[in-house]
């Protein structure tokens, strides 16, 4: 677990020099991400750490939550808008630096392939572990792109992409729709320029990018048609048009 949790904390950084100069005005300024401005990415960042941190630490107190959360009776943002209703931004960063940190921790005391009841199904400690560090870099990309700062590809992206083609199978479910039973072959080319492979080499569906492209198409921030993925078989285009690594409705295809 010391690899991801370092990673996660490594992204934290990142995201710190997105948000670090950010005037009040800023924190209330829109981002790409439709709907959302810089305040409530960092809040439901925060509050998301807090669920996981509940989740590793305290089994039974998960459970309460994850039934209010799953009858409609509170929000996922609402459960901690008691400790945050009031505070400045810079002040919610700070918030989250410490919601982040016990959620870290807590990872870190975990075996990592423990099985953790989560807002889905069950899942390993380190896919939950790698799950928090794919949103991290999913929603600092939102704001870095939003203000024009910034956001290097590192090799923290082969976390992304991993879960990323492991999940294939939930795209398709969360979609009502049944996975063809051809496997696909993933070809990324690394920032540092090594080459990452999954799926068997002799597959006829074919997905070939780089990692950034690849993990913006996954993370519905970039569409299909607009990024320079390559895809062969009808099946590859097929999962690289719905793959979403997350539980919520279904964005379209063609949406960023």
């Known amino acids: 677990m010391e690899q991801i949790c370092a990673d996660i904390e490594a992204e934290t950084e990142a995201l710190a020099g997105v948000v670090g100069g950010f005037t009040e ?29 509940l989740a590793v630490s305290n089994p039974a107190g998960f459970a309460e939550v994850r039934a209010r959360l799953a009858n409609g009776e509170v929000s996922v943002h609402e459960l901690v808008r008691s400790e945050t209703n009031t505070k400045a931004g810079n002040e ?6 410490e919601i982040r940190g016990s959620m870290v921790d807590a990872l870190r005391k975990t075996e990592p392939k423990a099985r953790i009841t989560w807002l889905g199904p069950d899942i390993g400690a380190r896919s939950l572990a790698t799950s928090r560090l794919l949103e991290t870099w999913t929603h600092s990309h939102d704001l870095a792109d939003t203000f024009d ?3 290097p590809p590192t090799d923290r992206l082969r976390h992304i992409a991993h879960i990323g083609y492991v999940t294939r199978e939930f795209s398709y479910i969360n ?7 051809q496997p696909v072959r993933l070809e990324l080319l690394s920032p540092n320029g090594e080459s990452w492979t999954w799926g068997p080499s002799n597959a006829e569906q074919l997905v070939v990018s780089t990692a950034y492209e690849f ?19 009808a ?22």
Do not use: N
């Open 149 to 151: 700062v910034p956001y």
């Open 215 to 233: 993990c913006k198409v996954l993370t519905r921030r970039l569409p299909l048609r607009e990024s320079t993925v390559e895809t062969k078989g």
């Open 175 to 181: 979609r009502g729709m049944s996975m063809p039973d």
């Open 92 to 97: 919610l960063w700070r918030w989250f630096l």
């Open 25 to 53: 005005e800023l924190w209330r300024a829109p981002t790409v991400a439709e709907g959302w401005d810089s305040y409530e990415t960092i809040l439901h960042l925060g509050a998301t750490d807090w669920i996981c941190d």
């Open 235 to 256: 099946f590859a285009t097929e999962w690289m048009e719905i793959a979403q690594p997350w539980i919520e409705p279904p964005r379209i295809s063609d949406e960023a």
